[in-house]
């Protein structure tokens, strides 16, 4: 997201308050702990409730329902209600949600769980940005924002390595109790640590009309779809791969879920690395086409070799590897256009949440989709035929981009990256 919307122009501290800055990361770290809970303990959860695998790709996808909804609102609605105390409630909300989720005794409860805590995660994903903008200096904000960008799959890693440590002793639904616990705790960090932190200076009012009208112009507008469409193929793939693969190590090659729970975790991982290497690389003069593009071909060829069942783990593992390290690279390439293909600079953050719904719009179909086409077809051998459709997608759109840019627009980027 924007880290400019909703905050006038200021006087920048002296120096950055790195453990402040730190802190706004954690919290996008801890909130992504509720999406990488999921995927370790999907089996030890369609066993207890007797869902199908179809079912339990909505336990992975109902998560990003409310971003799908609200996404290219959910900066203004940030700027009008306050970063700090929308932060706090991101959190309250995922906490609370998780508790409950925990004391499910149905499928249709815990997906109701799951729809809130993707409505707390949201409300977290639009203001700690904001917030670190506030507090950064100029001269550190890139490396600010990069260290941002990692969140997601840093926190998604974190949670499936140590879920296994947790579900050994207190369950699933413990681990459901840990999180509403990590959550709360770190809310009233937070609140403690900022107490003090002001917004700084009055922003212009904002009116559901021009939140409407701006949403309008800005959906309607080739550039800003075009960018949530492309991120969408992307998170489409990653998610569905990564929700799913400790089921496949489970199914195909007897794994325990700790294990299963490890190895997924490595390659969660490692999609931190692509998150920076594209930022870097943009920074670097890489033309943003070009890096959707390979990504996105390297993502489809990496997936045959995920699930060729002919060929040994260790090769099956590593393509695992690359297709998360490479497909890293496209969020970096995808949100740091959103100043280029904005209708106006005033609807950058507009734009921002564009592309947001169209990352979530990915990771509420991937699972989903992924398992209909395993289930209707006998096996995991048919996935790749969804993975290289959506890559092969990705790459189309991407050839409308240079044709879209706004004069004059390219000097005044910033590089500003969010995860899949």
Same mark, same amino acid.
């Given at each position: 997201?924007?880290?400019?919307?909703?905050?006038?122009?200021?006087?920048?501290?002296?120096?950055?308050?790195?453990?402040?800055?730190?802190?706004?990361?954690?919290?996008?770290?801890?909130?992504?702990?509720?999406?990488?809970?999921?995927?370790?303990?999907?089996?030890?959860?369609?066993?207890?409730? @007797? %869902? /199908?695998?179809?079912?339990?790709?909505?336990? =992975?996808? +109902?998560?990003? !329902?409310?971003?799908?909804? *609200?996404?290219? #609102?959910?900066?203004?609605?940030?700027?009008?209600?306050?970063?700090?105390?929308?932060?706090?409630?991101?959190?309250?909300?995922?906490?609370?949600?998780?508790?409950?989720?925990?004391?499910?005794?149905?499928?249709?409860?815990?997906?109701?769980?799951?729809?809130?805590?993707?409505?707390?995660?949201?409300?977290?994903?639009?203001?700690?940005?904001?917030?670190?903008?506030?507090?950064?200096?100029?001269?550190?904000?890139?490396?600010?924002?990069?260290?941002?960008?990692?969140?997601?799959?840093? @926190? %998604? /890693?974190?949670?499936?390595?140590?879920?296994? =440590?947790? +579900?050994?002793? !207190?369950?699933?639904?413990? *681990?459901?109790? #840990?999180?509403?616990?990590?959550?709360?705790?770190?809310?009233?960090?937070?609140?403690?640590?900022?107490?003090?932190?002001?917004?700084?200076?009055?922003?212009?009012?904002?009116?559901?009309?021009?939140?409407?009208?701006?949403?309008?112009?800005?959906?309607?507008?080739?550039?800003?779809?075009?960018?949530?469409?492309?991120?969408?193929?992307?998170?489409?793939?990653?998610?569905?791969?990564?929700?799913?693969?400790?089921?496949?190590?489970?199914?195909?090659?007897?794994?325990?879920?700790?294990?299963?729970?490890?190895?997924?975790?490595?390659?969660?991982?490692?999609?931190?690395?692509?998150?920076?290497?594209?930022?870097?690389?943009?920074?670097?003069?890489?033309?943003?086409?070009?890096?959707?593009?390979?990504?996105?071909?390297?993502?489809?060829?990496?997936?045959?070799?995920?699930?060729?069942?002919?060929?040994?783990?260790?090769?099956?593992?590593?393509?695992?590897?690359?297709?998360?390290?490479?497909?890293?690279?496209?969020?970096?390439?995808?949100?740091?256009?959103?100043?280029?293909?904005?209708?106006?600079?005033?609807?950058?953050?507009?734009?921002?949440?564009?592309?947001?719904?169209?990352?979530?719009?990915?990771?509420?179909?991937?699972?989903?989709?992924?398992?209909?086409?395993?289930?209707?077809?006998?096996?995991?051998?048919?996935?790749?035929?969804?993975?290289?459709?959506?890559?092969?997608?990705?790459?189309?759109?991407?050839?409308?981009?240079?044709?879209?840019?706004?004069?004059?627009?390219?000097?005044?980027?910033?590089?500003?990256?969010?995860?899949?």
């Amino acid at each position: 997201m924007n880290p400019k919307a909703g905050l006038r122009p200021h006087a920048h501290p002296e120096k950055t308050p790195w453990p402040l800055v730190l802190l706004f990361i954690g919290a996008g770290v801890v909130a992504s702990f509720q999406v990488g809970k999921a995927p370790p303990v999907l089996p030890l959860i369609r066993l207890e409730l @007797g %869902m /199908s695998l179809f079912i339990a790709g909505w336990i =992975l996808s +109902t998560f990003n !329902v409310i971003g799908l909804l *609200l996404g290219s #609102v959910s900066g203004a609605l940030a700027d009008a209600l306050g970063h700090r105390r929308l932060l706090l409630a991101g959190l309250l909300i995922q906490a609370v949600s998780s508790f409950i989720g925990g004391m499910a005794q149905s499928v249709w409860v815990l997906l109701l769980t799951r729809i809130f805590e993707g409505l707390g995660f949201l409300v977290m994903a639009v203001s700690a940005p904001a917030l670190i903008f506030q507090v950064t200096h100029p001269k550190d904000l890139r490396i600010a924002l990069s260290g941002w960008s990692c969140f997601m799959p840093a @926190g %998604m /890693s974190f949670i499936m390595l140590i879920a296994p =440590l947790i +579900t050994d002793r !207190v369950g699933w639904r413990g *681990l459901w109790m #840990v999180n509403a616990l990590i959550l709360g705790a770190y809310a009233a960090l937070t609140a403690g640590s900022t107490a003090r932190l002001t917004r700084r200076g009055e922003g212009k009012r904002v009116t559901l009309v021009k939140i409407l009208k701006d949403t309008m112009r800005t959906c309607t507008s080739i550039g800003p779809a075009l960018l949530a469409l492309i991120f969408s193929t992307y998170t489409l793939q990653w998610i569905a791969v990564m929700g799913f693969l400790p089921t496949l190590m489970t199914e195909q090659f007897g794994m325990g879920v700790g294990r299963a729970s490890v190895f997924t975790a490595l390659v969660v991982a490692v999609n931190v690395l692509g998150n920076l290497s594209g930022g870097w690389l943009m920074n670097r003069g890489a033309r943003r086409q070009h890096l959707i593009i390979s990504a996105s071909l390297l993502m489809g060829l990496f997936s045959l070799a995920i699930y060729s069942e002919g060929i040994p783990f260790w090769v099956r593992f590593m393509g695992c590897m690359l297709f998360s390290g490479i497909g890293g690279l496209l969020p970096a390439a995808l949100i740091s256009g959103a100043p280029i293909y904005a209708p106006t600079l005033d609807l950058v953050a507009t734009t921002n949440g564009l592309v947001m719904q169209g990352s979530q719009f990915g990771q509420m179909v991937g699972p989903p989709a992924l398992a209909l086409v395993v289930s209707v077809w006998g096996g995991w051998h048919a996935a790749p035929w969804l993975i290289c459709t959506s890559a092969l997608l990705g790459i189309v759109l991407s050839l409308w981009l240079p044709f879209l840019k706004k004069p004059g627009r390219e000097k005044e980027e910033t590089p500003v990256h969010d995860p899949a």
